[in-house]
């Protein structure tokens, strides 16, 4: 009999770790100040890597990992995000008539279909963690992704993939990290970390932008996140932290003591497109993958080298 109990509390735990990850979250209610002026009638969102802008990669990575619901998280003039992720038909019909049927394809391809993506409105800048507390109806009571765009991520398979192969090991909340120089822990959320195989650091604690004497690790997160459902009632009390904002980190950390957290490091280059130089780096980077492409850009970069 306690073998029995023993084997279905086991089934149970494993059908809950892997549990599927259907929604993802995207937080894209940020000014963007620091891409002004371009950013000033521009979402920072719809800024193009190559000629495809910054949101669309993030979807496309959430398509690629069997994302089916895509919960966008706005502000004011961000109306640009809602019209690329919908049909212009007189676009379509334009390119049509001039016979760009190739280009007509391209635009229908990454449409999502009717229903896939809603949209609900951050009305104050209160932190990260605010911004994902208000996508809460929108997830009900299931295991979700949160994608922050503006983390741009060149790797095959993409990064929120690789996350949900770890999780389905080991359940609870993941996050992507990568290490840090010491010096910057000042502008990342920190892992305070029990042991780490290489793959896989599990986290006692975290800490927002610790000072580099402060910080517990070197070992950063970046913008992509599995979570559990119970972190809703954390972010519903509304702590603020640093910054004088609701983190998403310090919420995350309250969760530890009853959900399993780890970081996972993933396989890939990460491009921080929060700043000029990264996404600078990021257009270059993605460009020289390109068959079409990436001869050229390599003469140009040699030109302005010398």
């Known amino acids: 009999m306690a073998i029995t109990v ?19 979250v995207f937080p894209v209610a940020g000014l963007g100040t620091r891409f ?18 910054l949101i669309q990669y993030a979807v496309d990575e959430a398509r690629a990992a069997g994302i089916e619901e895509f919960v966008f998280v706005t502000g004011r003039a961000k109306s640009a995000i809602e019209d690329h992720f919908d049909h212009s038909f007189e676009l379509e019909r334009s ?16 449409m999502p279909a009717p229903g896939q993506i809603s949209y609900t409105r951050q009305q104050m800048p209160l932190g990260l963690g605010h911004a994902v507390w ?25 990064c929120l993939e690789q996350m949900i192969n770890a999780y389905q090991e080991v359940g609870g909340n993941v996050v992507a990290v990568e290490d840090v120089p010491r010096e910057n822990t000042l502008q990342y959320g920190i892992l305070d970390v029990v042991t780490d195989n290489g793959y896989l650091a599990r986290a006692r604690g975290l800490v927002e932008k ?7 690790s070197t070992l950063s997160i970046i913008g992509r996140y599995i979570l559990q459902p119970n972190i809703f009632d954390e972010l519903a009390m509304q702590q603020k932290g640093t910054g004088n904002e609701i983190q998403l980190t310090d919420a ?10 780890h970081g996972f490091r993933f396989e890939g280059t990460r491009f921080d497109c929060g700043n000029r ?22 003469q140009i970069i040699s030109k302005y080298s010398e």
């Open 6 to 24: 023993l084997l279905a509390l086991i089934l149970v735990g494993s059908i809950e770790m892997a549990q599927a990850i259907r929604k993802a």
């Open 36 to 53: 002004l002026p371009a950013t000033k009638a521009m979402p920072k969102e719809m800024l193009p890597v190559v000629d495809r802008p």
């Open 95 to 110: 390119l049509t008539e001039s016979g760009k049927l190739e280009a007509v394809k391209d635009l229908r391809a990454w």
């Open 134 to 158: 208000c996508a809460r109806n929108h997830i009900g009571d299931e295991p979700f992704a949160v994608l922050l765009a503006d983390d741009l991520i060149l790797a095959g398979p993409g």
């Open 210 to 216: 610790p000072k580099p004497e402060d910080a517990p």
């Open 252 to 261: 995350m950390a309250r969760t530890i003591p009853k959900t399993p957290f």
């Open 277 to 298: 130089l990264g996404y600078l780096e990021a257009n270059i980077a993605f460009s020289m993958v390109r068959e079409d492409m990436k001869d050229r850009v390599a």
